[in-house]
């Protein structure tokens, strides 16, 4: 299930998924926590991991069996991603897995892929810049929004751009989401990885909800720079 602000990688999700068995009850999603414990309207689901913010998937076990508990989860229209998580873990015993390349925080608005020359001939950074520049050195690190009433459990961590499977992003950014599963494709034909993370100047700490910070970078490396660049 998705948003409609939810762009879908749909064979790279499928590629994904192929971890999990198919014929268990699978709850697959970008794990959050809501820690504002005197909400009224919910506070049983205080403290409750969740599959927050566009996008979760359930197995085919699953969906059939949370049909029957359809009455329950609607009780009181409390239909969000902190009541589904808390029905799921209560009565199924049933938890949320992450999916590294399920991205629901931040809302992703821009895309950067490079630097492209501009009408005066000066180099400019533009997100229409589809020459994908060389990643920095070393690797950008993971991003991580701090808590406060709610948010995300795990960092935005840097990502192989052929494992994107759900990125919450505006609409307007789609047609160039669009276009990393040919660019990984044609790059990985010379040795070349395309890697996306949040650039945050080298920090790898920011506010709640990554505070504004809805760029997503882009950039390419020789698949055994990962290695060489990790220092223990």
């Given at each position: ?11 790279q ?14 709850y ?17 689901a ?14 085919r076990p ?28 209560h ?15 931040p ?50 961590a840097?990502?192989?751009?052929t494992r ?10 789609w047609p ?5 599963p ?8 010379q ?11 080298g ?30």
């Amino acid at each position: 299930m998705a948003s409609d602000d939810t762009y879908v990688f749909v064979e790279q999700l499928r590629s994904e998924l192929e971890i999990f068995n198919p014929t268990k009850q699978i709850y697959v999603g970008a794990p959050g926590l809501l820690l504002a414990c005197w909400f009224s309207e919910q506070p049983d689901a205080c403290g409750e991991a969740h599959a927050g913010g566009g996008a979760y998937i359930l197995s085919r076990p699953l969906a059939i069996e949370f049909v029957k508990l359809k009455g329950l989860y609607m009780a009181g229209c409390m239909k969000d991603d902190v009541r589904m998580g808390q029905l799921l873990r209560h009565a199924l015993d049933v938890h949320v897995q992450p999916l590294p390349g399920i991205k629901n925080e931040p809302r992703i608005s821009r895309i950067l892929w490079g630097q492209c020359r501009g009408s005066s001939g000066d180099l400019e950074e533009d997100t229409a810049c589809y020459t994908i520049r060389s990643c920095p050195r070393p690797m950008p690190p993971p991003v991580y929004a701090g808590l406060d009433q709610a948010g995300s459990i795990f960092p935005f961590a840097p990502l192989d751009a052929t494992r994107l499977a759900l990125v919450q992003s505006d609409p307007a950014v789609w047609p160039a989401l669009s276009l990393l599963p040919a660019a990984a494709a044609e790059l990985a034909e010379q040795d070349r990885a395309v890697l996306v993370y949040l650039d945050f100047g080298g920090h790898r700490m920011v506010g709640r909800h990554y505070e504004g910070l809805e760029t997503l970078s882009v950039c390419a490396h020789l698949a055994a720079e990962r290695l060489s660049n990790f220092h223990a």
